[in-house]
Each structure stands twice: as structure tokens, then as C-alpha cells.
């Protein structure tokens, strides 16, 4: 049986400003020049996903403004089925990116908090156990979506991001992976070891699987298997930063599909990483997401070149 991967995400228009430096308290900066972009954590996942090479159908709400959203995720081979249009604005964020190629992001949520119970359920009912559900924390609803998804035996991933008390009402002891940053290991766990992080989680939900990005020093991973648990580790791959944006989603649409697959857990991370060094070369949010081809072409290339770390 093909599995299938629902994405329930944000979508975004982004307003990009390449920037000297980022604003301080106080300062009024003139930017260098301003473009308007598709973005989102969920849209830049499914796109990460569809050209991974894996099934997804995106689940959203299409705001005011939004209708480039509806069309890049087909254009991507994402299903939009499962998109509602409401009559808010669309989910939006002002990013900043400086001159190395670093970004800070002010999120407003406009039409991703607009979810339904009922769209929820109409989504999930053309899904069934051993499916995949992928979520963020960029849109309403999220502890709700891992109730009615667990029931029908779905396989749950959740990025936490952005971190908040809203996942308090969250049972990460129905969720198959979480994926976290090393700020974010340490607001669930209060850890800053990743090694003590994980040792956390595993006691408090034995059946959770963990990926936690580190910056510099890569990315760590703990998968919870019928025989135990496989860790392993990856480094990040150098090259020269044009801007980071998108770069942690890609890395999460080509983990989840590595898995899909039945990849090792050290290869999906190796693939994973490589994919998500390729994205910050280019400019762009969703835009940057290479292709599985591109990625396996260029597996060779991306050495020797400035040091990118993904996040």
C-alpha cells in the first residue's frame, strides 16, 4: 500500500527586505530592496515533500491575497484539495535578511488561524492508519488535528514551531516524530544537552522519535523501533549562505519522505542535509526548494565552499 502525507500548514505571503544589518530597538533602516514571496512553514514543507518525490495533499485556508499560494502548491504537484477559502486576510510575515544571508522573521497568522473542526475532519476521512500527518505550529487547532488523526492510526510528525503555550493541550505521546531546534529542545525539556534532551523525551514518551537540528554541528536524530532505539548523527554540509529561510523545511519535507521510503536513518539524515544546504544557496522562501534530481546531481558539489549551518 502507497502511503500518503497530509500537510496541515500555514501559508504565507512573505514580505522580504534585504537589509545591511537587522533593525535594533529604536533604529529606522532603509532597506535595500523589498519582494513579495511565497512562504509559510507548511507550504515550504509540502513543496519540500512533493519534490522529494512523496504523495502530500496540503490542508490551509486560502486569506485574502492568497490566491499565488493556491497555485504554487499545484504547480509544485502538491493536492490542494483539502484548501478552504475564508474571508481574512492571508497569514503573512515581514523577514528580514542580512548581507550574510541570515533571517529574522514577524509572523502574523491572518487566514492560518482559521481552521475548523469540521475541515479537519473532512481532510482526515480520506486518510487512513499508516498515513503521515504533518503539522506546525503556525496554525490554530494543532492539539485537536493529533487527537482525531491518532484515532485513525496516522502517523504524526510535529515541528513545535513557533514554540508557545498553546501545545500544553498537545499529547505528544500520539505523535511519531517531533522535530525540534536547539532552542526549542530546551523550552519542552530544559535540557540544552541534546544527549540529556532525548533522555527526557524517552521517558516521558517512550514511543516518540526526536530529530533536533544544532546549528554548526548538524542535526542528531533518535528513532524509537519495535528492537530499540537507532540514533545517529550528521554534520552540515559547507557552503556559501545566499539566504536561510526555508532551509529547515526543506530539510523536514526530504526527512519525512526518506522515511517514507524505508531509508536508513543515517542516509535519510545525509539526504535530508544535503537538500537543505542546496536551498540556502538560492534566494526565497519556497522558491529555493530544490528538486530530488537536483539535490542527488549535486551531491558532489556543495563541498569546500563557506560554512552553512541549518536550523
Known amino acids: ?56 495533499w496540503h490542508a490551509g485556508c486560502v486569506g485574502q491575497g492568497g490566491a499565488m499560494l493556491r497555485e504554487l502548491l499545484r504547480e509544485s504537484g502538491v493536492h490542494d484539495d483539502y484548501l478552504c477559502s475564508v474571508d481574512t486576510l492571508q497569514g ?27 475541515q479537519i475532519d473532512e481532510a482526515l476521512s480520506h486518510f487512513s492508519a499508516g498515513d503521515w500527518l504533518v503539522l506546525q505550529n503556525e496554525i490554530n487547532l494543532v492539539p485537536l488535528m493529533i487527537e482525531k488523526a491518532s484515532a485513525r492510526g496516522m502517523r504524526i510528525v510535529l515541528n513545535p514551531s513557533p514554540y508557545n503555550d498553546r501545545l500544553a493541550e498537545a499529547d505528544f505521546g500520539k505523535l511519531s516524530w517531533i522535530f525540534v531546534n536547539e532552542i526549542e529542545a530546551e523550552q519542552l525539556t530544559g535540557c540544552k544537552d541534546p544527549a540529556a534532551a532525548w533522555q527526557m523525551i524517552h521517558v516521558r514518551w517512550p514511543k516518540l522519535s526526536l530529530l533536533i537540528t544544532l546549528g554548526s554541528a548538524g542535526c542528531m536524530a533518535w528513532l524509537v523501533t519495535e528492537n530499540g532505539v537507532l540514533s545517529a548523527a550528521q554534520p552540515a554540509f559547507p557552503v ?12 523536514t519535507g526530504y526527512f519525512i519522505t526518506c ?28 522558491e529555493s526548494i530544490p528538486t530530488r534530481g537536483e539535490v542527488e546531481q549535486e551531491r558532489d558539489c556543495i563541498q569546500g565552499r563557506e560554512s552553512f549551518c541549518f536550523g
Open 1 to 56: 500500500m502507497v502511503m500518503k502525507v497530509l500537510n496541515f500548514g500555514s501559508m504565507n505571503l512573505d514580505y522580504v527586505y534585504q537589509v545591511d544589518h537587522f533593525v535594533q530597538e529604536g533604529e529606522t533602516l532603509s532597506a535595500l530592496s523589498q519582494t513579495v514571496k511565497a512562504g509559510g512553514k507548511g507550504l515550504n514543507q509540502s513543496i519540500a515533500l512533493a519534490r522529494a518525490g512523496a504523495e502530500v
Open 92 to 118: 503573512n510575515a515581514m523577514i528580514q535578511v542580512n548581507r550574510t544571508g541570515e533571517n529574522c522573521i514577524l509572523l502574523f497568522g491572518g487566514s492560518n488561524q482559521c481552521m475548523t473542526e469540521t
Open 240 to 251: 556559501k549562505a545566499v539566504d536561510t529561510t526555508a532551509a529547515g523545511d526543506t530539510f
Open 259 to 286: 522515511l517514507m521510503e524505508g531509508m536508513q536513518l543515517q542516509e535519510s539524515l545525509r539526504l535530508a542535509a544535503r537538500a537543505s544546504a542546496f536551498a540556502v544557496t538560492r534566494a526565497g522562501a519556497a
